[in-house]
C-alpha cells in the first residue's frame, strides 16, 4: 500500500476476505442484461489486445471474458477473492493488487473492466484512476464500468449473510461517469440502466466508452 492509498483500503480489504466465501456462494451469473453487455465488450476489444478485469473478485467475469476469446488478467484488493478466483480459473494470471495502485504500461491493453469493483473507491479517487486506466487502453480499447446507480454514499457495516464489513458504497449518476470519461479522452459507446438486480438493492448502471484520441489535461 503506497503513502497516496485510500485512507480506508485496508479496513475495505480485511472486509473483502472475510466476506468473500459467502460472496463466492451467493453471488453468481449476472443475468441476460448484462451478459449481453459482456459479450459486446469482448467481440470488440479481444482483437485489440490484452483485458484487464481491475477488480475481479473471484474471477467468475474473467472466465466469462476468456471463455469468449478474451485474454484476460484480473487483480483485486482481497488475498481471499484471489484464492477462490485461482481455484476455479487456474489458466488465468490473478494477482493481489489494489486499482489505486495500479498503473499499466500506456497502450498496453485492448480492454479494462472495472466491474462492480469501483465503488468503494472514495470519490475523489474514480477520476484518477479512469484516466490512469484510459492511457492504458490501445486505440480502439474500451472500458466498461458496472456499479450501483443513485445519489450520495451507503456506509455499510453488514453484508453477504449478516458478516461485519467496513465499507462504503459510493452511488453514481450516468452522467457522472461519462463526463469522467470523456475527460479522459474516451468516447462513449453504450450506456445501460437497469432496476436493482438481487442481492444488491440499488438500481444498475453500466458504461462502455473507446480510445479514440489524447486524453485532456
Known amino acids: 500500500m503506497s503513502a497516496e492509498s485510500p485512507a480506508d483500503l485496508a479496513a475495505v ?3 473483502y476476505d472475510a466476506v468473500a466465501d459467502n460472496y463466492v456462494a451467493m453471488v453468481g451469473d449476472p443475468g441476460p442484461w448484462l451478459r449481453a453487455a459482456l459479450d459486446a465488450f469482448a467481440e470488440q476489444v479481444r482483437e ?3 483485458v484487464l478485469d481491475a477488480g475481479c473478485g473471484p474471477g467468475w467475469i474473467s472466465g466469462y471474458l476468456r471463455d469468449r476469446g478474451v485474454t484476460v488478467t484480473g487483480i483485486d484488493l482481497s488475498p481471499r477473492m484471489i484464492e477462490h478466483a485461482r481455484r476455479q480459473h487456474p489458466d488465468i494470471p490473478f494477482a493481489v493488487a489494489s486499482v489505486t495502485d495500479t498503473e499499466p504500461e500506456p ?7 472495472g466491474w462492480w469493483s ?4 472514495p470519490r475523489e479517487w474514480l477520476p484518477r484512476v479512469i ?3 484510459a492511457r492504458a487502453l490501445r486505440p480502439d480499447g474500451q472500458l466498461i464500468l458496472g456499479t450501483h ?5 451507503h456506509p455499510r457495516t453488514r453484508c453477504y449473510g449478516d458478516v461485519p464489513v467496513e465499507w462504503t458504497t459510493h452511488l453514481y449518476q450516468p452522467e457522472e461517469l461519462t463526463g469522467w470519461l470523456t475527460d479522459a479522452g474516451l468516447e462513449i459507446v453504450a450506456e445501460l440502466l437497469l432496476p436493482p438486480q438481487p442481492p444488491s438493492r440499488s438500481p ?4 462502455s466508452a473507446r480510445k479514440t484520441g489524447v486524453a485532456r489535461r
Open 13 to 15: 480489504r480485511a472486509s
Open 48 to 50: 485489440i489486445g490484452p
Open 107 to 113: 497502450a498496453s491493453l485492448g480492454g479494462v473492466l
Open 118 to 121: 469501483w465503488f468503494n473507491l
Open 131 to 133: 484516466r490512469t486506466m
Open 149 to 153: 446507480r443513485g445519489e450520495g454514499e
Open 204 to 207: 444498475q448502471l453500466v458504461v
